[in-house]
């Protein structure tokens, strides 16, 4: 049995989503560990209890990788649950996470989205959309953000993305589109406070609990807790419909 899950355009910016894993709280079954247990950090899914690290896709090709993918490009998220060998290939049990990236449209568009909040969380967002031709286009879509945790000592993460897709033949049998997408994250997990259990108790607690001095902000990590990611991907679609009743696709990615 198979379930499909989407979460649209609409509802990605009525929440302020900014990553694929606050996307992915919206859908039942899914679970999201932190890396603790020494696995690797970035963005770590099980589906129904499998793991699906490695069944993240965009526009359908595989996304290698593990780094926290932010959603500044994201048309929109689908989740199918159940085998995905059928329409995959290789695959688990679990299921699939596939992300719809922004492309090219036939019309003159732009905006910008700046978002600012508690925890020293600042964020700014620009969709361009400009047309080059009768049926060509190139879209470009940015994303800086600076986070932080509220209460919390040299915790955060500095992010920052861009995507420029270009795409010819839009509205035609035969088209070519080529993305380049880019982003760079330097964090500081949150590796949290530690559980002290005293002589005599049951009950461990954070150690912050006690009146020992060691207070919620304390930062109790090491100065090389560092998480930096790049990820730079290259695709190149193509697409050629020779009658009514075929398509030829070709999809390329590096």
């Known amino acids: 049995p198979q379930a499909i899950n989407v979460i649209d355009q609409a509802?990605?910016?009525?929440?302020?989503?900014?990553?694929?894993?606050?996307?992915?709280?919206?859908v039942p079954g899914i679970t999201i560990a932190i890396g603790e247990g020494g696995t690797l950090n970035g963005d770590q899914f099980k589906i129904r209890g499998f793991d699906a690290k490695d069944d993240v896709y965009i526009d359908g090709l595989r996304d290698f990788g593990v780094y926290t993918r932010d959603s500044f490009n994201y048309e929109e998220v689908q989740v199918l649950k159940g085998p995905s060998g059928a329409l995959f290939g290789r695959g688990t049990?679990?299921?699939?996470?596939?992300?719809?990236?922004?492309?090219?449209?036939?019309?003159?568009?732009a905006s910008v989205d700046l978002y600012a909040g508690e925890g020293r969380y600042y964020r700014a967002l620009a969709d361009i959309n400009h047309v080059t031709g009768d049926s060509s286009a190139v879209r470009l879509t940015l994303m800086g953000a600076s986070t932080g945790v509220k209460d919390r000592d040299r915790i955060g993460?500095?992010?920052?993305?861009?995507?420029?897709?270009?795409?010819?033949?839009?509205?035609?049998?035969?088209?070519?589109?080529?993305?380049?997408?880019?982003?760079?994250?330097?964090?500081?997990?949150?590796?949290?406070?530690?559980?002290?259990?005293?002589?005599?108790?049951?009950?461990?607690?954070?150690?912050?609990?006690?009146?020992v001095g060691v207070e919620r902000s304390s930062f109790l990590g090491f100065q090389n807790d560092r998480d930096r990611t790049r990820a730079d991907i290259l695709t190149v679609r193509a697409s050629h419909r020779p009658a009514s009743w075929v398509t030829l696709t070709s999809d390329t990615r590096v």
Do not use: F, M
């Open 93 to 109: 049990t679990g299921g699939v996470i596939n992300t719809l990236s922004k492309r090219p449209r036939l019309e003159e568009s």
């Open 11 to 26: 509802q990605l910016k009525a929440q302020g989503v900014s990553s694929l894993e606050q996307a992915l709280r919206n």
């Open 157 to 211: 993460s500095d992010r920052w993305g861009a995507a420029l897709t270009a795409g010819w033949g839009l509205g035609t049998d035969t088209s070519v589109t080529v993305s380049y997408l880019h982003q760079s994250d330097d964090r500081i997990p949150d590796y949290g406070i530690i559980i002290v259990q005293p002589p005599g108790q049951l009950r461990a607690l954070p150690a912050s609990e006690y009146g």
